[in-house]
């Protein structure tokens, strides 16, 4: 059983910056990919970003050049630095590891 603890969420406002980090309760060297996913109200979940135990890295569109996903494999986090924040970045961030297991999430509100 993989545990996943996401941290890092809060309110800023439109511009600013946060950093999530994701804590995982094994190694995560195995888990491949890692990802956050956000979900706001009304609407579905999606990806914002993975990475691969080989660092290789996929953005959704609206976050590019704005998100930077990373992971530290000696630390077994999981890092999303999100920075040029939007009104419409708020949402509650979810980490994935492979394809099975989630965290709770985090709540990212960014008032205009």
């Known amino acids: 059983q993989v545990q996943l603890v996401e941290s890092g969420g809060g309110l800023v406002q439109a511009g600013g910056s946060l950093r999530l980090s994701c804590a995982t309760s094994?190694?995560?060297?195995?888990?491949?990919?890692m990802g956050w996913y956000r979900q706001a109200p009304g609407k579905q979940r999606e990806l914002v970003a993975a990475i691969t135990g080989l660092g290789a890295t996929t953005y959704q569109d609206s976050v590019k050049g704005r998100f930077t996903i990373s992971r530290d494999n000696a630390k077994n986090t999981v890092y999303l630095q999100m920075n040029s924040l939007k009104v419409e970045d708020t949402a509650v961030y979810y980490c994935r590891a492979g394809m099975t297991y989630w965290g709770k999430g985090t709540l990212v509100t960014v008032s205009s």
């Open positions: 094994v190694s995560i060297l195995s888990i491949n990919p």
